[in-house]
C-alpha cells in the first residue's frame, strides 16, 4: 500500500527452507531447534545462558517471578516504553514507578529521575533500551548496588547492541528479547530470557514449562521416562518451526543491522538540513541496532505532529508513534504521576521508516518531504 513502508521482513529463501527441513523432522515443538537458537543467541551477546520463550511479554513476566518480585513490591520502569514492560509487573501484583526520560536528545529513562523514584518499597528497575541505544547503564547498576535492587533490561530493540563493550541484555541480571515480526530478528512471535546465573535460568526453564522437572523431548529421547511438578509454572515455550527462523536470522543479524546503521547516517545527514527536526541520539557512536528511527518535532511546530503524521501518509510514506506513554493509559491511572519529559516527548515524536533495504534515495525523499511540511 505505501510507497515506504514503516518496516519490511528480512526473510528470504532460507527461513523457508529452515520452516521446511524442521517440518520434515517431525519434531515440531520445542526441541533440539530451541537448543541451537539458544547456543547461538547466548553465544553471540556473550551471555552464560539464553532461554527461547514464546514471547517477550512471557520474558518479562517470568523475569519478575525469578527475581521474586510480588504483591506490594515498587517497581521503577519507563513510560516511554511498550505496555508489555508495565503488563509483567502487574502480573506479580508489584506496583510499576514511572520515570521520565532524560531528554529531547536521549529518550531513555534518567537516573536522576530514578533516584527520586525509589522509596523502602523498591525491589527492582526495569530499564528499556529505546530503539537499541542503551540507557545510562553505569549509572543505573550504581543506583541498583546502593539500595539493593535487581536490574530487568527490557532489550527488545537491541539485539547485538552495545554499552561500553557489552552487550546489551547482558549487564543487568536478566535481559529479555523479542522476536515479533517488526523486531531486528523476527519469528512472528517469540522472545529470549539472557542471564549470567544459573540459578535464575534453572528457574526460568523450570516456569517456562509447567514446573516439570524434564521437557517432553528428552523424555522422547529416553533420556528420561518421568518427571515431577515443583512449582506452578506456565506454557511459555517457543516451538522448533520459529526456533530454525531465528537461527538464520541470527546468521543475517550483524549484516541487517550494519545496513541499518548505514540508513540511520543518511537520516542523521539529511534530517541535519531540516530546521523544527531533532533527531535523538544524534551522533551516537556505539554499535547500535537501530531498531527504529524515531525524530522529535521541536517545541515550535510539535503541535502539527498529527498534521504532519497525516501528510506523511498521503505521501506514500508510513509512520507509527513509539510509544504512547504508559502512565495515560486509563488501566495505570492508580500509577501515574506528571512525567513532563514523557508527556512533551510524546507529543512531538514521530516514528520514520527504518529498514536494511531502505534506500537512500527514499530517505532524502522522506527529509525532503519533511522539511516542505515543517518549514513549506
Ligand atoms: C519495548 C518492548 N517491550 C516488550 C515487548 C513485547 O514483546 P512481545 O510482543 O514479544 O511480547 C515489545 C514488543 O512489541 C517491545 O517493543
Known amino acids: 500500500m505505501y510507497k515506504i513502508p514503516l518496516f519490511d521482513l528480512n526473510f ?26 539458544e547456543e547461538k543467541f547466548a553465544s553471540m551477546l556473550g551471555a ?28 521503577i520502569c519507563p513510560s516511554l516504553t511498550f505496555v ?5 509487573i502487574r502480573y506479580v501484583d508489584a506496583i510499576p514507578v514511572f520515570a521520565d526520560v532524560r531528554n529531547d536528545h536521549d529518550l531513555t529513562m534518567d537516573p536522576d529521575d530514578i533516584r527520586k523514584k525509589i522509596t523502602g518499597r523498591t525491589r527492582a528497575i526495569v530499564v528499556m533500551h529505546y530503539a537499541g541505544f542503551p540507557c545510562d547503564m553505569d549509572a543505573i547498576m550504581e543506583i541498583a548496588r546502593e539500595h539493593g535492587l535487581r536490574v530487568v533490561e527490557d532489550a527488545c530493540h537491541g539485539p547485538l547492541s552495545e554499552y ?41 526453564k523450570l516456569l ?17 521416562t518421568g518427571y515431577d511438578v515443583i512449582e506452578s509454572g506456565y506454557n511459555y515455550r517457543m516451538d522448533d518451526i520459529r526456533a530454525a527462523i531465528g537461527i538464520v536470522q541470527l546468521d543475517k543479524l550483524e549484516a541487517d543491522l550494519k545496513r541499518r546503521a548505514e540508513v540511520r547516517s543518511w537520516y542523521e545527514d539529511a534530517c541535519a538540513a531540516v530546521p523544527g527536526l531533532i533527531v535523538p541520539f544524534s551522533g551516537h ?31 506514500g510514506i508510513q509512520t507509527s508513534m ?13 500509577y501515574a504521576g506528571p512525567l513532563p519529559k514523557t508527556e512533551s516527548v ?4 514521530i516514528t520514520l521508516p527504518m529498514y536494511a533495504s531502505l534506500e537512500k534515495e527514499s530517505v532524502i525523499f522522506i527529509a525532503e518531504t519533511l522539511n516542505a511540511l515543517i518549514n513549506g
Open 12 to 37: 528470504g529463501v532460507e527461513e523457508e527452507a529452515a520452516v521446511l527441513e524442521t517440518l520434515r523432522s517431525k519434531w515440531i515443538s520445542t526441541g533440539p531447534k530451541n537448543a541451537a537458537f
Open 48 to 75: 552464560s545462558h539464553a532461554l527461547a520463550v514464546s514471547n517477550c511479554t512471557v520474558s518479562l513476566h517470568l523475569a519478575m517471578k525469578i527475581l521474586g518480585i510480588g504483591p506490594g513490591d515498587e517497581v
Open 84 to 88: 508489555a514492560t508495565v503488563n509483567a
Open 164 to 204: 561500553h563493550g557489552k552487550k546489551l541484555g547482558t549487564i543487568g541480571d536478566v535481559g529479555c528479547f523479542s522476536f515479533f515480526s517488526n523486531k531486528n530478528i523476527s519469528t512472528g512471535e517469540g522472545g529470549m530470557l539472557v542471564t549470567n546465573d544459573p540459578k535464575l535460568y534453572e528457574h526460568a
Open 208 to 224: 517456562r514449562s509447567h514446573g516439570m522437572t524434564t521437557l517432553s523431548y528428552e523424555r522422547s529421547k529416553g533420556h528420561s
Open 285 to 315: 557512536s556505539e554499535f547500535a541496532s537501530n531498531y527504529i528511527f524515531a525524530v522529535l518535532l521541536d517545541e515550535n511546530c510539535g503541535h502539527r505532529r498529527d498534521q504532519i503524521r497525516d501528510a506523511l501518509h498521503k505521501a
Open 322 to 334: 513509539h510509544y504512547p506513554p504508559a502512565h495515560q493509559f486509563s488501566i495505570f491511572a492508580d
Open 346 to 349: 510524546a507529543g512531538r515524536l
